[in-house]
């Protein structure tokens, strides 16, 4: 972090990790300096015993130079800016300066050893997964081949599960035993008042256990005057100095009030003395004593009354061996911006000086002083713009050298919302700077390309980028289509990928293996399609019940603008054109994915046209030119893809249709007839040829078994009662396999658990379930030891069974490092089924989970109980649930409330078409969590309830269950208003006089506080939400956390108008009128952030209303939708223009809704029946992206305050001096920003520095130095070289603010001066360097 507190650009970007320059130790190499905030040390700190070096002592030079003797005290300015003090090393290394490091106390050291620990063990998981791969790779090679390196894999395996366990176990030890803040002890406090007779706390060990009593044990303002009294001592050494001004951080650390109470002429004097200061040391640990004094923005008046500005601009001008105070300063400024409207006493001579640091590519403080122009830009975009800050930001856009350009990116996309902030960029091109990547003819870099496509990304998901870039007739988004012809491979392949990502195209399951090259066959399809499509899930929910998926509307007008931009031809060209056989696949994938979904989110006018592929078939159809047969080809390809695709859809999600994302996840299972399985009817020799495949027979071992065959013949034969006494009685195929999974024959038990190995516990599901499909299987398992035996290992874990044993088979470890765990999936799987039950009442098993329910020892263990257990059926399992649901921990009880879900919204459609619901019993149990004591068990049943309502007749049940949800306050809110879409729920709220009540509420104010809660749910939406861990194991780890609820909030006014009565209610308060007229009177209004709350309040409204059938009345009876449109083509404020877009989208759900919008040039898509999807879009884009290039405010016309200027005179007027050599300073000085001129300026200014020329020791001139860089451009090194001519008096002059001018301060007045006064320079340093830089530019 750059300071103490983060700021809103500091979340948004990642972190920018800067190596440390200054510091030797391992600690402070593995983290960036500016983060390592625990302390500034002295740079002489010894550790051999050797005398400290004092200011006094010899200044070594660096290696291969003689040694230059100074007699500077601490406390004088240097003119090379060199420190004092160098450490002396075992190994007489004495040119090595170590600089300045910042202390690590326990708390941090303990972060490093944490962060250490955890680096490892991701270094041991990546070890431990490619020693899986290539056990994988080996297993399918011949055994005798591979003997050897398999035994040395598996070694190593074994011992990367070892070490991974150890490092789990001491990264747990590391974070109990991780420091807490607490009261000093008395070791700290022997540092900070070593002279003090002060009460220390009575022990340490009650001090570090954070003892509540509140004793006095030291004063702080006593300590406060201490240190600042000890801060007064003369010639001592820097780290004397640094180790004060640690102690005072500490103190204001430990007492965040002290700073409230500050003398600033006492506490400001001594800051100043230490700014002051020869040693770099010092200075910088003036710059955090300031920073850690900030309270409010009276302090920063204050501070900047010392005169900081000046000292900030001169230190960041320094060069890099003065990198520890250039990074103070640095962080000094950037604690204004953390204090509320700080950033209006920032001076535009220090933002000018932050953007030349900016501007040096080479800088180790460049990303940070980007990011800090962007927080500027973001806070106060005039004083960035007037101070010329806006060139860096756009510099490092376009050259991509800025790791994180999403973060800048989001800050001119803040910028070009609004017409007021707006005026400050310039139209078309800060952000299309971002395409230069794609469009220079010249190859760029594929990491800065994949950078830059990630921030096009984000601008092309907000509202205000796809205006912005849509501007000039989309002359933005064309030149990145047309990029695809440029014949740079990396380029192609990052645009393909940029437009899946904005399509939101999520590449089906046999997509890799098409890509690798593997033909789409009927086998192909039939393996892949099983897993990825839900074939037996259907959405049964009633279309006016769903809400609208706007994801889906943005994605519709995204793929609109591609269509318009020509992306097909694009496509179709680098299909025919490219001899990359990976990317013309990849290319004729995104071609189909494209067809299906134009076909299904945008109307027919856009879809139809898109469909016939004119293009491709003219170039087909030209049989006398050599492009026919790669044209065919691809038409060829594209009908194999786009059959394939079609077979992947899951059911109600093909063409013309769209469920919404409720439908999507709360799908019920549909009881279709079965289907003949070509496997289950098999003769004799192919069921004993499969049973020799599988390997079985020819093996014991596990490992040599062929584990497809065998769960095909699971799948298929077994599901014969016939087949399955042969598998019994002729072979030995069921009692090796079955045996296989014997806990007590350690097999299968233990496995290491990998993600290889989740095979077998998949085949072990299989196996349980076709055994209880027939008699034969049913007898052969209960007279099998598999179930007995599993009954003892759960009996080891009940503490009432009397079993014991020393390594129990459900143990912690064992669940979590072997397949243990997946023997409670197949206890699942028996009780899926009446036998089932019946064996596992036979061996007790069920009282034993009572057992473990009750004694609540084993929590990992009762989880996986609950996760896994099929609650279909009545009997055991339903009461071991709803015992969890109220006996359980709190984490058990929300554990087995989530276990709920699934069957609280299930629904099967018999094949008749009738709608059967078993999911009353768990309403029931749903309902009863709403009283439970702990809010976080009642808000997950709420949310799973609300989801339960999107079913009509599981809606009229939960409202017959009548539950209490006063006490439940706003989490019960969501579930009310979903009662009030029925007339049974309408009347029973009614009873409760809670529509009144909750009417005049969002009338009065909820309806604005719905804005920011609906905003906030489509930016959440709107992120990419990619699976991270795709191998996961569900079976060991909680998969509940995939329920993310990011659906739309629901509004009063839209369940209100499902319903007859609801709608009068509605017209009786004429509540929709009067939003009607707020949209009326102040839909264009773009200045008032408060009134357009209001308007956008009053557009939700209206669009909610309007996309209900009964509500759709009062859209006719008022001329609102022409208002909205209007907003939606030619409002100023881009995000409005999105809202009003939603909204009608909104409205064209509706029959009547839609019929207006189709006369005003909008329209949707609709499903067969005529229902529309609510995906509207305009027939003309242009009307809709009509934004004009607005007037850009050029620096010169900014004013500004005078809160944010150093030197209030311009330094136009004063550029006259009466002295013709100080004339000819600033001459020269305004010359040096003129490339023509700038090596003679140079050159001619050494000269007059070599004469000694009076004016280089006069404030005054000095001042209209800074007045010249605080008003002009000047690059970093100009403003070393200029301030490095002056005499160093002449600041201490400025600081102080003595404005004399007289020229008798020579280098023979060095002998009247203190030692805080005297410069560390020696003349004849300066002359040696002022000699070389004048020979470098000759």
């Known amino acids: 972090m750059l300071s103490t507190s ?133 297993n399918a090679k011949k055994a005798k081949q591979t003997k050897d390196q398999r035994h040395r894999v598996e070694a190593e395996l074994t011992a990367s599960n070892t070490r991974i366990k150890e490092l789990k176990q001491k990264i747990t030890e590391a974070q109990r035993s991780k420091p807490v803040p607490s009261t000093p002890t008395r070791i700290r406090n022997e540092g900070l008042l070593h002279n003090a007779t002060l009460r220390s706390p009575p022990s340490a060990s009650r001090s570090g256990a954070g003892s509540d009593i509140d004793e006095p044990t030291e004063s702080p303002t006593f300590a406060l005057a201490e240190i600042l009294q000890a801060l007064e001592a003369d010639g001592m050494p820097p780290e004397y100095y640094v180790e004060r001004a640690n102690n005072l951080v500490d103190l204001f650390k430990r007492y965040p009030t002290l700073k409230y109470d500050l003398v600033w002429s006492v506490f400001g004097d001594k800051m100043q003395v230490m700014l002051l200061s020869g040693s770099r040391e010092v200075v910088a640990a003036g710059y955090r004593m300031l920073r850690y004094s900030i309270s409010d923005i009276a302090s920063l008046k204050k501070i900047r009354e010392l005169n900081t500005d000046v000292m900030v601009v001169v230190s960041l001008a320094k060069d890099r061996k003065a990198d520890v105070e250039r990074e103070q300063a640095l962080k000094f400024v950037r604690a204004f911006l953390d204090v509320k409207n700080g950033v209006h ?133 064309r030149s990145l289509i047309s990029s695809l012809m440029l014949p740079n491979p990396t380029i192609r392949d990052t645009i393909l990928d940029l437009l899946y990502s904005l399509l939101r195209i999520k590449p089906p399951a046999w997509a890799t293996s098409y890509l690798a090259g593997r033909r789409l066959t009927t086998y192909g399809r039939v393996t892949t399609l099983k897993g990825s499509a839900p074939s037996k899930e259907k959405a049964i929910y009633e279309d006016d019940g769903a809400e609208q998926n706007f994801v889906e509307h943005y994605t519709a007008l995204l793929l609109a603008i591609f269509v318009k931009a020509g992306m097909m031809p694009n496509l179709l060209r680098v299909a025919q054109d490219t001899d990359d056989p990976m990317l013309k696949r990849k290319t004729t994938l995104l071609i189909g994915e494209t067809l299906k979904l134009a076909s299904r989110i945008l109307p027919p006018s856009w879809s139809s046209e898109l469909q016939l592929l004119p293009e491709l078939f003219a170039a087909a159809s030209q049989f006398e030119k050599e492009a026919h047969f790669n044209a065919t080809g691809i038409v060829y390809q594209i009908s194999s893809v786009s059959r394939t695709l079609h077979r992947s859809s899951s059911a109600g999600y093909n063409a013309g249709y769209l469920p919404s994302s409720s439908m999507l996840q709360n799908m019920g299972h549909q009881e279709e007839t079965p289907k003949a399985n070509a496997l289950v009817n098999t003769d004799d020799a192919t069921f004993r040829q499969l049973l020799i495949d599988s390997g079985v027979l020819g093996h014991s071992n596990p490992s040599k078994w062929n584990w497809d065959v065998i769960l095909r013949i699971i799948e298929g034969p077994l599901m014969n009662g016939k087949r399955v006494e042969e598998a019994i009685k002729a072979s030995k195929f069921a009692k090796r396999l079955v045996g296989f999974y014997r806990p007590f024959k350690y097999k299968f038990s233990e496995i290491k658990n990998t993600r290889n190995t989740q095979k077998y516990v998949r085949v072990g599901c299989a196996l349980m379930h076709t055994l209880l499909q027939t008699a034969e299987g049913i007898k052969y398992l209960a007279d099998h030891k598999l179930v007995r035996q599993l009954a003892e290992c759960l009996a080891q874990c009940d503490p009432t069974s009397g079993l014991t044993a020393q390594y129990p088979m459900f143990s912690k470890d064992r669940l979590i490092d072997t397949l243990c765990g997946g023997y409670f999936p197949m206890l699942g799987v028996l009780t899926s089924e009446s036998k089932g039950l019946q064996m596992l009442e036979r061996w007790k098993i069920f009282n034993m989970m009572y057992h473990i329910i009750d004694f609540k020892q084993r929590p990992d263990l009762v989880n996986l109980l609950l996760a896994n257990l099929d609650y279909s059926l009545m009997g055991h399992p339903r009461v071991l649930l709803s015992k969890a649901l109220t ?125 920011g809660l609906i905003e906030a749910s489509l930016a959440r939406s709107f992120l990419d ?306 000699a070389r830089v004048y020979k470098a530019s000759i």
């Not at 359980?888 to 069957?903: P, S």
């Not at 939960?958 to 879409?981: K, N, Q, T, W, Y």
Request: hydrophobic share 35%; net charge negative.
């Open 6 to 138: 983060t700021t809103p650009t500091q979340k948004l970007s990642g972190t920018q990790p800067t190596q440390s320059l200054y510091s030797n130790s391992p600690a402070a190499a593995s983290r960036p300096s500016l983060d390592r905030d625990a302390g500034l040390q002295p740079p002489g700190a010894s550790t051999n015993g050797t005398r400290n070096m004092s200011s006094v002592s010899a200044s070594y030079a660096p290696r291969g130079l003689s040694l230059n003797p100074s007699s500077q005290q601490p406390g004088s300015f240097s003119s090379d800016l060199r420190s004092q003090m160098m450490q002396s090393r075992a190994g007489s290394r004495t040119d090595v300066y170590i600089r300045d490091k910042l202390d690590e106390d326990d708390e941090s050291m303990t972060e490093n050893t944490l962060n250490t620990l955890k680096d490892t063990l991701t270094r041991e998981m990546k070890i431990r997964e490619g020693s899986e791969n290539m056990l994988e790779a080996l």
């Open 345 to 477: 006493e920032v001076s535009r001579a220090v933002v000018r000086t932050i953007a030349a640091v900016a501007e040096q590519g080479e800088d180790r403080l460049r990303p940070i002083c980007i990011e800090t122009l962007a927080e500027i830009l973001l806070r106060d975009p005039a004083l960035l713009v007037a101070s010329g800050g806006i060139v860096p930001l756009s510099d490092a856009l376009s050259e991509g050298t800025y790791k994180s350009p999403e973060s800048l990116t989001s800050v001119f996309l803040y910028l070009l919302d609004a017409p007021h902030t707006r005026k400050y960029l310039r139209a078309g091109y800060e952000l299309d700077v971002l395409f230069t990547a794609f469009t220079d003819v010249l190859p760029s870099n594929e990491e800065i390309v994949k950078q830059k496509s990630r921030a096009v990304a984000s601008a092309l998901k907000s509202w205000s980028g796809l205006m912005a870039l849509s501007m000039y007739n989309f002359r933005t988004v």
């Open 887 to 1011: 006996a359980g921990t709190k984490e058990i009880r929300i554990n087995a409330t989530n276990a709920l879900r699934k069957y609280a919204t299930r629904q099967r459609v018999m094949p008749s078409g009738q709608i059967i619901s078993d999911s009353k019993w768990a309403i029931q149990l749903l309902v009863t969590q709403l009283y439970d004591p702990e809010i976080e068990v009642c808000a997950t049943a709420v949310k799973i309830l609300e989801k339960a309502c999107n079913s009509k007749a599981l809606l009229e049940y939960i409202v017959e269950c009548r539950p209490a949800l006063d006490h439940l306050g706003e989490i019960g809110a969501p579930l009310l208003l979903r009662f009030l879409s029925t007339s049974i729920g309408y009347h029973y709220l009614d009873g409760l006089d809670y529509i009144s009540n909750e009417m005049d509420d969002w009338f009065l104010g909820r309806n604005d506080i719905y804005v």
């Open 1025 to 1330: 939400t990619q699976d991270d861990q795709p191998h996961r194991l569900s079976i060991y780890e909680d998969d509940l956390d995939t329920y993310q609820d990011y659906h739309v909030p629901p509004h009063f006014y839209r369940e209100l108008s499902r319903t007859k009565e609801g709608c009068k209610l509605l017209e009786e308060k004429g509540h929709f009128e009067e939003f009607a007229s707020t949209i009326r009177d102040y839909g264009m209004q773009s200045e008032d952030h408060e009134l357009m709350t209001k308007v956008k309040g009053a557009l939700w409204a209206v669009g909610n209303v309007g996309s209900m059938e009964l509500g759709a009345p009062f859209l006719e009876s008022t001329d609102v939708v022409e208002h909205i449109i209007e907003i939606a083509e030619s409002h100023d404020v881009m995000s409005l223009r999105g809202t009003a877009f939603f909204v009608l989208g909104l409205i064209s759900r509706s029959t009547h809704g839609l019929e207006i919008l189709s006369e005003h040039g909008w329209e949707s898509n609709t499903t067969p029946l005529g229902v529309s999807l609510g995906l509207c879009v305009p027939k003309d884009l242009s009307k809709f992206f009509s934004f004009k290039a607005w007037k850009h405010e050029i620096p010169a016309a900014i004013t500004l305050p005078d809160t944010q200027k150093t030197i209030l005179e311009s330094p136009v007027a004063d550029l006259q001096e009466d002295d013709e050599t100080n004339q000819r300073i600033l001459e020269l000085a305004t010359e040096l920003g003129n490339m023509v001129l700038y090596k003679m300026a140079k050159i001619e200014l050494f000269q007059l520095r070599q004469k000694k020329a009076a004016g280089f020791r006069q404030p005054a001139l000095f001042r209209k130095i800074l007045a010249l860089f605080e008003c002009h451009h000047y690059r970093l090194p100009d403003r070393h070289l200029v301030i490095e001519l002056f005499d160093k008096s002449v600041l201490r002059h400025i600081v102080y603010g003595e404005e004399s001018s007289d020229e008798s301060l020579s280098s023979s007045d060095d002998e009247q001066r203190t030692e805080r006064q005297r410069s560390i320079s020696d003349p004849a340093d300066l002359l040696e360097t002022t």
